[in-house]
């Protein structure tokens, strides 16, 4: 019904930046929150941003003021630019998306996750 599809992960060097984009299409009729969370091997996935509706956002605190979570409504996607990115930011990125769907059910979704890797 709902597929995110993720891309812009990558190998970059420690100062460096990348840009995630997650795009979702199907039966939607309306979106929720957007955020992204990340997976760094042998650990919990966790929250790095996530924006409402109302393009309120919040961040993690190891990365506020080096990312920014940003949507685009009309594109029914979202974005994480990563400035100054560290070796700890390494980690397997999804998106997430917080939804209502034509059927006025409501639905959580996952992207398929994308590989970044910052090397020291």
């Known amino acids: 019904q709902v597929q995110l599809v993720e891309s812009g992960g990558g190998l970059v060097q420690a100062g460096g930046s990348l840009r995630l984009s997650c795009a979702a299409s199907?039966?939607?009729?309306?979106?929720?929150?957007m955020g992204w969370y990340r997976q760094a091997p042998g650990k919990q996935r966790e929250l790095v941003a996530k924006?409402?509706?109302?393009?309120?956002?919040n961040y993690a605190d190891s990365v506020k003021g080096r990312f920014t979570i940003s949507r685009d409504n009309a594109k029914k996607a979202v974005y994480l630019q990563m400035n100054s990115l560290r070796p700890e930011d390494t980690a397997i990125y999804y998106c997430?998306?917080?939804?209502?769907?034509?059927?006025?059910?409501?639905?959580?979704?996952w992207g398929q996750g994308t590989q970044v890797t910052v090397s020291s």
């Open positions: 997430n998306v917080d939804l209502w769907l034509v059927t006025m059910t409501r639905g959580n979704y």
């Open positions: 924006i409402t509706s109302g393009s309120t956002t």
């Open positions: 199907g039966s939607i009729f309306s979106i929720n929150a």
